[in-house]
């Protein structure tokens, strides 16, 4: 997760974060909502990120506007940075549901008594791992 | 009210629960799997209790379910990373485990567990009270998966 370090505007395609990310052409990321509306979210595609200044360049514009500064606003709001947030969404490693009548797929983790009275407690760890279509 | 008939998994035989091997064996080795062939399409393929398959292809054909009772791990390469597939209908851990790179050292490819599924699929159920879905990965085992940190 990265911050906003300037505002971005409906129809901007670049916006600017911090530098030092490994983000590439390709990868989606979300701008959060910054404003009342919280469905304002924009879902991005990375046309180019450029390491030394922190600019994406997007490869459509940007649907909403989201609220950035040069640095924190942490010492104006009470320890809260103000910034909208910028996630990467794209992991190497996937779980997809097939798009298909846009059914969705699920993830279940259970405990579970089979008949012969077999107990099973469910464990699973997930570490930078994207679900798509699924929940 | 809404009722459920369970069609998959309410009387499932027993899982006569075995070691897991030290060595793992690869999924497209014939030799690995109790029928003596690599599953194939519309397969409800078993990773038996006591075996450790490394999936070890690029992809698999469309299986009707993948059930783990033994362990499945990715193979991974860190040199020339190969992005890998699963295409099932659903998924079920029950008595074994599936892992997907480590924590120390995550996955270097592109790894995928696609699921399929459509609103009036069959649901497989845990037990006789727990309902897991159609289209999922089901898990009453161990899950673990550990892609790159890319932040």
């Given at each position: 997760?990265?911050?906003?370090?300037?505002?971005?505007?409906?129809?901007?395609?670049?916006?600017?974060?911090?530098?030092?990310?490994?983000?590439?052409?390709?990868?989606?990321?979300?701008?959060?909502?910054?404003?009342?509306?919280?469905?304002?979210?924009?879902?991005?595609?990375?046309?180019?990120?450029?390491?030394?200044?922190?600019?994406?360049?997007?490869?459509?514009?940007?649907?909403?506007?989201?609220?950035?500064?040069?640095?924190?606003?942490?010492?104006?709001?009470?320890?809260?940075?103000?910034?909208?947030?910028?996630?990467?969404?794209?992991?190497?490693?996937?779980?997809?549901?097939?798009?298909?009548?846009?059914?969705?797929?699920?993830?279940?983790?259970?405990?579970?008594v089979e008949l012969n009275g077999v107990q099973?407690?469910?464990?699973?760890?997930?570490?930078?791992?994207?679900?798509?279509?699924?929940? | 009210?809404?009722?459920?008939?369970?069609?998959?998994?309410?009387?499932?035989?027993?899982?006569?629960?075995?070691?897991?091997?030290?060595?793992?064996?690869?999924?497209?080795?014939?030799?690995?799997?109790?029928?003596?062939?690599?599953?194939?399409?519309?397969?409800?393929?078993?990773?038996?209790?006591?075996?450790?398959?490394?999936?070890?292809?690029?992809?698999?054909?469309?299986?009707?379910?993948?059930?783990?009772?033994?362990?499945?791990?990715?193979?991974?390469?860190?040199?020339?990373?190969?992005?890998?597939?699963?295409?099932?209908?659903?998924?079920?851990?029950?008595?074994?485990?599936?892992?997907?790179?480590?924590?120390?050292?995550?996955?270097?490819?592109?790894?995928?567990?696609?699921?399929?599924?459509?609103?009036?699929?069959?649901?497989?159920?845990?037990?006789?009270?727990?309902?897991?879905?159609?289209?999922?990965?089901?898990?009453?085992?161990?899950?673990?998966?550990?892609?790159?940190?890319?932040?």
């Amino acid at each position: 997760m990265t911050r906003l370090r300037d505002s971005c505007f409906m129809g901007d395609k670049v916006a600017r974060v911090y530098g030092g990310l490994d983000w590439v052409a390709g990868d989606q990321v979300a701008l959060l909502a910054t404003a009342t509306q919280w469905t304002h979210t924009d879902y991005m595609t990375i046309e180019s990120y450029d390491n030394a200044t922190g600019d994406i360049t997007f490869t459509e514009s940007l649907k909403y506007y989201h609220y950035g500064e040069s640095s924190s606003t942490a010492a104006d709001f009470s320890g809260v940075d103000m910034r909208g947030e910028v996630v990467l969404l794209t992991r190497n490693v996937r779980i997809v549901g097939n798009d298909t009548d846009s059914w969705g797929a699920q993830i279940v983790t259970s405990d579970t008594v089979e008949l012969n009275g077999v107990q099973r407690m469910g464990q699973l760890i997930f570490d930078n791992v994207e679900c798509y279509n699924c929940s | 009210m809404e009722g459920f008939r369970c069609v998959v998994n309410c009387e499932l035989p027993e899982v006569e629960e075995m070691e897991i091997s030290d060595a793992a064996v690869p999924w497209s080795s014939p030799d690995s799997w109790p029928s003596g062939a690599v599953p194939v399409e519309g397969d409800e393929v078993e990773v038996p209790s006591g075996s450790w398959i490394e999936f070890d292809i690029e992809e698999t054909p469309l299986l009707k379910s993948l059930t783990i009772n033994g362990r499945l791990t990715f193979k991974n390469d860190s040199e020339t990373p190969v992005n890998r597939t699963i295409h099932s209908y659903w998924v079920f851990v029950r008595a074994g485990e599936l892992i997907i790179g480590s924590e120390e050292n995550p996955y270097d490819g592109i790894a995928t567990i696609r699921l399929y599924g459509d609103p009036n699929g069959e649901a497989v159920a845990f037990s006789m009270f727990t309902e897991g879905g159609n289209k999922g990965l089901m898990n009453v085992g161990l899950v673990k998966m550990f892609g790159k940190d890319r932040d």
